[in-house]
């Protein structure tokens, strides 16, 4: 398995849930890494990013509440979500932004937020 997101669940509004992701590859510190989801019936989306060296970004709807981290010893990329959100319900992906350094997306880890 070279991409494997876990840490999802079922939990209430508000609640936090943090998720990670174990990336296979050595290249892994020198790559752009993102956190995706796909709720039902809607397309994936980019949720947070990651540079090499740690700088973040964040799609509006998670601002404040998200936070994306790294530790490129441990080729890891990890979501912490807080003030979680019915519609932050969704499968989370973890993947390369660049699409040409994309690996399989695996199956992703089900954040179910209850109201």
């Known amino acids: 398995v070279r991409l494997q997101a876990s840490g999802g669940g079922l939990v209430q509004t508000g609640d936090s849930l943090r998720l990670s992701c174990v990336v296979s590859g050595s290249s892994f510190r020198f790559t752009h890494m993102g956190w995706y989801r796909q709720a039902p019936g809607k397309e994936r989306e980019l949720v947070a990013t990651?540079?090499?060296?740690?700088?973040?970004n964040y799609i509006d709807s998670v601002k404040g509440r998200f936070s994306i981290s790294r530790d490129n010893a441990k080729n890891t990329v990890d979501l912490q979500m807080g003030s979680l959100k019915p519609e932050d319900t969704a499968v989370y992906y973890c993947?390369?932004?660049?699409?040409?350094?994309?690996?399989?997306w695996g199956q992703g880890t089900l954040v179910t937020v209850s109201s």
């Open positions: 990651i540079t090499g060296i740690g700088s973040a």
């Open positions: 993947n390369a932004v660049s699409a040409s350094k994309r690996l399989a």
